[in-house]
Each structure stands twice: as structure tokens, then as C-alpha cells.
Nanobody, 126 residues
């Protein structure tokens, strides 16, 4: 069982920045593809970004490239999401997720992940 703990959420004005972090309990952290999702009130949980296990290839939702950057530090079992130029529509609960090697399905989908954090609230005021 992998435990994921997010931190770094908060209230920021439009145009501002936040950095989210997610720490994993699993020593084999480097074997997991890591993703960030978000869920706004009344909406489905949606993919934001992902980073693969070793090469560090990154993937982003169409709404965030150039504004958000995902990164990982396998030595510290952490994955981060740097969010710049935030917009009110970025307001949501942000979730960290881990996908094992044996998981089927697309990593762009919430069904493509084995473990989830509890989420951290990001609120962007206009």
C-alpha cells in the first residue's frame, strides 16, 4: 500500500504561483508513474500532468502546458507541480496519484492509477 500526502495548496490571486508537493511512503517510488489530477466543484476529476518512472518524460493536459511543470525527485520520494500564471478556473482540489507497472488503462484517466492522496485545495481569486 502506497501512501501519498500532498501539500502546498492555498489561496492565491490570479496570475500568481503555487508549488504543490506529494510525498510517497513507498521505497520503490521510482517504479511508479506519478500524476496530478484536479476536481472542481460539480465537475469530474480531470488529468493535469504526469511524469514517467525514470526518463522523466512529462505529459500535460491541454489547459496547462507552459503554465504548469511536473517534476520528481526519486531520492526523496516526491513529485511536485509548479503552477504559474494561475487562473480562477484552476481552482480545484488537486490530487497526487501513483500508477504501478502492472496497471492497465490510460494514465490520462483516473482509472489508470492505483493509489491516491487525500487532495489539497487550490483557490485562485480573480
Amino acid at each position: 500500500q502506497v501512501q501519498l500526502v500532498e501539500s502546498g495548496g492555498g489561496l492565491v490571486q490570479a496570475g500568481g504561483s503555487l508549488r504543490l508537493s506529494c510525498e510517497a511512503s513507498e521505497r520503490a517510488f521510482s517504479t511508479y508513474l506519478m500524476g496530478w489530477f484536479r476536481q472542481a466543484p460539480g465537475k469530474e476529476r480531470e488529468f493535469v500532468a504526469a511524469i514517467n518512472r525514470s526518463l522523466g518524460n512529462t505529459y500535460y493536459a491541454d489547459s496547462v502546458p507552459g503554465r504548469f511543470t511536473i517534476s520528481r525527485d526519486n531520492a526523496k520520494n516526491t513529485v511536485s507541480l509548479q503552477m504559474n500564471s494561475l487562473k480562477p478556473e484552476d481552482t480545484a482540489i488537486y490530487y497526487c496519484a501513483a500508477r504501478s507497472r502492472s496497471r492497465y488503462g490510460s494514465f490520462y484517466s483516473r482509472d489508470g492509477y492505483d493509489y491516491w492522496g487525500q487532495g489539497t485545495q487550490v483557490t485562485v481569486s480573480s
